[in-house]
């Protein structure tokens, strides 16, 4: 017996994609999902916020938080899952943008941002066009690029395996496929 059959399916890797909006996150993260043949969890703010008939407020941002986690438990245990997870966002994006809007961060993100672990992030470069998105609110170059130090900042500070992506296109997808086989 080659013993395989007393084998458990390997915990998926998880791979976030982050850092400032309009830098291609959800396209790259359904890129490489399919590449590798596995799944991604899109983000869930998106479907939050649109059907919103008001402002946002930081209670706002705590259940998205809550259902991104859930989405992402969900996609873990996922059959189409494989070996590899793509996340189009995860908390690290949530407490940035509280803190950016309302200047402070629910704690109950902040513990889970520290409980959660992730494998690797790859941190999308600035270096693309910004594209309007009426859930978008950083159109400034300036702005993005000090979004996108904050972020370089925070992971530097969790001590978390990190690539930065940068380039357009195809030059992006290239980038971000070498440095997923790179981190396996």
């Known amino acids: 017996m080659n013993g395989l059959g007393n084998r458990q399916k390997p915990f998926p890797k998880k791979i976030v994609l982050t850092g400032p909006e309009s830098t291609a996150k959800t396209t790259l993260a359904r890129m490489l999902a399919a590449h590798f043949g596995t799944t991604w969890v899109p983000e869930y703010a998106r479907t939050y916020i ?11 941002l705590l259940q998205i938080a809550k259902q991104q986690i859930a989405l992402e ?11 590899l997870l793509f996340c189009d ?7 940035i943008w509280s803190e950016q809007v309302f200047g402070s961060c629910d704690q109950w993100i ?7 672990s992730y494998d690797a992030y790859l941190l999308l470069y600035p270096d693309i066009e910004w594209e309007y998105d009426p859930l978008r609110e950083s159109p400034d170059a300036k702005e993005r690029m000090r979004l996108f130090h904050l972020y370089e900042g925070e992971l530097k500070a969790m001590n978390a395996t990190y690539r930065i992506i ?4 195809e030059e992006r997808e290239i980038n971000a496929l070498q440095s997923v086989k790179d981190l396996l």
């Open 50 to 60: 649109s059907t919103l008939d008001r402002s946002y407020t930081q209670n706002d």
């Open 73 to 83: 438990e969900k996609y873990l245990s996922s059959r189409s899952t494989n070996k």
């Open 89 to 95: 966002t995860a908390l690290l994006v949530i407490k």
């Open 110 to 116: 902040i513990d889970q941002l520290n409980r959660r």
């Open 166 to 169: 940068k380039g357009m296109e």
